[in-house]
C-alpha cells in the first residue's frame, strides 16, 4: 500500500497493485459518513477495432461496450441491484465513449458492497437465450432516444464533426449493430477488457485504506485469470475536416435546439500537453460564453437563449471537440451573434478582469469538488485512463496565463472547423 500525498490540495491517496494486475485506489475522506466506490475498464464505445499482444486485428458490433454493460448486472441467481439494495447500497452503471463503470454508494456494510461490485463484474454470465432478450430491450432504448430531442441534438452535432472516427457512433450502436452481437463475442471483449490490468477499483469516503486493501487482497486471490499482453486499439484516419457544416433533424419540439462546435485538427496529445489544452480551452470557454459574460448576457436580453444554454469541451489523444448552445428560438441569428463576438475577441485578445474572474471560478469550483465523494468517484478514472491525475489538476489552472487562453482560441475557434446540428419541428 503506497500514499499519494497531495500537499497542495490536502489528500492523501493510497494506492496498490494487486499480483493480477488490478490498480486499486482508495481515498480516506475522514468525517464522511457515505462511500462511493467506482469499478471502472478502458473499454468504451469507440474500441470497436482491436487486439490483445501480436493477435490478428478484430472489428466487432457497435454498441457492444454499452451492451456488455447491460449485460453484466443479470446474475444466474436474479438481478445483482436487488443484492445491493438489500445491503442498503444504491447501484448504477454507465459507458461513455472511453470507459465503462460500475458504482455504488452506500452508509453501510460497506465491505459487502465492496465484494458484490467486484464479484459482479468479474463474474460474467451470458447465455444465448438472456443475449437475445437482451437485444429487443436495448432495440427499444435506441428508439427511446431517437425521439429525444435532447440526444438527438448532441449526437447529430458529433456524427457531423466526425467522418470515420468511432465517437461519432451512438454509444448503444443501431438496431442492425446490435443485432449482429453474440454471447461469443460478449465474452471475447470481456476476457480482452475486463482483465484486471485494464481497470481501476477506486473507494472514496467513510473507509479505512488498509481494510479496503486486505479486503480486496483476499477477494482477488481466490480467482484465476490468465496472464494477458498488452491490447491494441486501432482507429481508422480521420479526415481534419468537419464531415458536414450543418446538420438538421425534424422532431416535435416547442423550440429549436442548437448545438455547435469546433473540431480540433491537431490530435496525438496525451498526459500533461493534453491536460493543458483542455483546462486553458474550458477556461476560453467559460470567459467568452459563461452566465457572467457580457455575450450571455447579450444573448440573453436578446431572447436567444434560455438557462439551457451552455458549453463543453471533451478530449482525448484521438478526438478532441467542444459543444455550444441549448434551446433558442433563432439558431441563424444565435450563431451569428456569437460568431461576430467571438471574432472581436479573436481582434482584442481575452477582457483581462473577465479571465482572472474565470480562473479563481474555475479553482473554486475544482477545490470544492474535492469535498465530494460522489464527484470525486465520477472524475478519477476518467483523468488516470488518460495518464493523468485528478488532484494534480490545481497546478494547471493556476498556470494558465492570458496569453495561454488567446493562443488556443486562435487555434480552436477555426470557421472551417465548425459543424452546427440543430433540432426543430421543419428542416432548416
Not at 438472456?130 to 427499444?140: D, F, L, S, T
Not at 435506441?142 to 466526425?162: E, K, P, Q, S, T
Not at 470544492?368 to 488518460?386: C, D, H, W
Request: glycine share 6%; proline share 4%.
Amino acid at each position: 500500500m503506497e500514499p499519494l500525498v497531495y500537499e497542495g490540495v490536502e489528500e492523501t491517496l493510497y494506492h496498490e497493485v494487486m499480483p493480477n494486475g488490478l490498480n486499486v485506489y482508495v481515498l480516506p475522506k475522514e468525517g464522511f459518513q457515505k462511500t462511493y466506490a467506482t469499478f471502472s475498464t478502458k473499454y468504451g464505445s469507440v474500441d470497436n477495432y482491436f487486439a490483445v499482444g501480436d493477435q490478428p486485428l478484430i472489428k466487432v458490433p457497435d454498441g457492444i461496450a454499452h451492451f456488455l454493460e447491460h449485460k453484466m448486472f443479470e446474475e444466474p441467481t436474479g438481478d445483482i441491484f436487488a443484492t445491493f439494495a438489500s445491503q442498503g447500497a444504491s447501484a448504477n452503471a454507465y459507458t461513455s465513449f472511453d470507459r465503462t463503470v460500475y458504482l455504488f454508494s452506500a452508509t453501510e456494510q460497506i465491505s459487502s458492497n465492496i465484494r458484490t461490485l467486484i464479484d459482479f463484474v468479474q463474474n460474467p454470465y451470458f447465455t444465448d437465450q438472456n443475449v437475445e432478450k437482451e437485444k429487443g430491450i436495448i432495440e427499444q432504448e435506441i428508439n427511446m432516444y431517437r425521439d429525444n430531442a435532447d440526444w438527438r441534438v448532441y449526437f447529430g452535432l458529433i456524427d457531423a464533426l466526425y467522418n470515420v472516427h468511432p465517437v461519432h457512433i451512438d454509444i448503444a450502436g443501431t438496431v442492425e449493430s446490435i443485432r449482429k452481437i453474440d454471447k461469443e463475442t460478449l465474452y471475447q471483449c470481456y476476457r480482452t477488457f475486463y482483465h484486471p490490468t485494464n481497470m481501476i477499483l477506486f473507494v472514496v469516503g467513510g473507509v479505512k485504506a488498509e481494510e479496503v486493501f486486505e479486503l480486496v487482497r483476499s477477494n482477488q486471490a481466490d480467482k484465476h485469470f490468465e496472464p494477458q499482453g498488452p491490447i491494441r486499439r486501432e482507429f481508422e484516419i480521420e479526415p481534419t475536416k468537419v464531415k458536414i457544416p450543418r446538420r438538421t433533424s425534424v422532431l416535435p419540439v416547442s423550440l429549436p435546439k442548437c448545438l455547435f462546435g469546433f473540431k480540433e485538427k491537431e490530435t496525438g496529445l496525451t498526459g500533461a500537453e493534453l491536460l493543458k489544452r483542455e483546462v486553458t480551452t474550458k477556461l476560453m470557454l467559460d470567459t467568452l460564453l459563461g452566465s457572467s459574460s457580457p455575450l450571455y448576457q447579450s444573448l440573453y436580453d436578446d431572447n436567444l437563449i434560455s438557462d439551457s444554454f451552455g458549453h463543453e469541451y471533451n478530449s482525448s489523444t484521438d478526438y478532441a471537440f467542444s459543444v455550444i448552445g441549448g434551446d433558442t428560438r433563432d439558431p441563424d441569428a444565435l450563431l451569428a451573434a456569437i460568431k461576430a463576438s467571438v471574432e472581436q475577441a479573436l481582434e482584442q485578445g481575452i477582457d483581462r478582469t473577465a479571465f482572472e474572474r474565470n480562473k479563481r471560478k474555475r479553482i473554486g469550483g475544482y477545490l470544492r469538488m474535492l469535498n465530494s465523494p460522489e464527484a470525486i468517484a465520477g472524475e478519477f478514472t476518467r483523468y488516470k485512463f488518460r495518464g493523468q491525475d485528478l488532484f494534480e489538476l490545481l497546478p494547471f489552472y493556476e498556470n494558465v496565463t492570458i496569453e495561454d487562453v488567446n493562443i488556443r482560441m486562435k487555434e480552436h475557434f477555426d470557421w472551417n472547423q465548425l459543424s452546427v446540428s440543430i433540432v426543430d419541428k421543419t428542416a432548416r
